[in-house]
């Protein structure tokens, strides 16, 4: 009779929960009725786009098929900007970071449709040290030789895209071209998934051995996403089984339900102001550590994030002119965004997904604005890198004073 009773109890406690679910869920869909349309088009689009990278990595992650290892595709090695002042967590992170050695992959880009694989595909050199290049680079700098290393996350990396239409790649190619003279070498230390404190555990351990000129560092997007260290790869240790039927349950409910999503938006927002404190305490200590040898420091603030102008505008105003300087990339992509609107685009153009009345939305939030420079809603394509290496192009030889 007990037994009974529990049992009737754990229903009816199961059963209410389910029904104020419910409730709570057709309360929010017909609450977006008064809403901005602005905002509402951006929080559908969002919807959607997370509702594919949980399924890719839901998928990508427990299909007995696929190589979990592959460093460009999830389960991807992540690390939280926290307690970037301890010496043996910076030692631990750089060795378990740096990117592969010689070694040739293929990869596509996972936040695009599927059906997509195939087009999207793109090929990585990692060469002797373990940078993005298909060409060797010796530890030892020639004595004519300008070093520039730039550290960061898929935009640095060149996410989707071939070696040649990466932004170190164009950027290398317009300074000897400019400068004749001497010999520029711009190695691609980008990582998917990077965070600041991978930059800064990686900066530490190269400068003393390659003695880089300038670096640059190129960080944000995910920086303001992770709340702590690896956590899909965590939740996929634990028993296949259960790990499986985990992971496709809380994809399934942020997916698919706005009370899964919006409340996963707001813990994830929660912490945000957090986040960015320990974003700029991994700034000022790698942008010291480069002062302190007289290494000249580019910023880049990325395109699709949070991170405001007056983030760097104030991290900038406690170091000297000419030293620390940084590209803001939002401003430049929106400055010419009307000079690629003809242009022709590949049939999985990202922003073919969007409705023609929402993209009139959508360009009215900074987020979405400039689709022709994006590969896709996140990472930016040949047209962008090229916009990056441009900027930079000017900025640099002003920083190390070339005429």
Known sequence: MKLKKSLLKIIFSISFVLVVLVLTEIYLRFSQ?????????SDQYMQFIHKRINVQWARLTTTDNVNTDHPLEPPLTVFANQDSDRSERLTEIAKLTRNLKDVTLTSYDFLKDRKYKEQTKYTACFNNLGFRSCKETDVKKNKNSIRIIAYGSYQAFGHGVNEPDTYSYKLEHLLNEKFKSKKFEVLNAGRHAGTGIIGLAQFRKDFPVLKPDLIIFDYGFVDVLIADDNIFPTVLLLEKSFGISLARLYSYVINNTSV???TWLKLNNRHIDERLREFRIVLKKTIGMALQNNIPVVLIRQKP?????AFYESLLKSYPVGKVSYINGAAIFEQVHDQYKDKKMPEDFWWNEVSPENQALLLQN????SPYLMLDLFQINSDGHTLIANALANTIPQMLKLK
Not at 33 to 41: F, K
Not at 305 to 309: A, F, L, W
Not at 366 to 369: A, H, L, N, S, V
């Open 33 to 41: 009725l008064g809403r901005d349309p602005v905002a509402i088009a």
């Open 260 to 262: 899964g999503y919006l």
């Open 305 to 309: 994030v949070r991170i405001r102008s």
């Open 366 to 369: 900074e987020y979405f604005r």
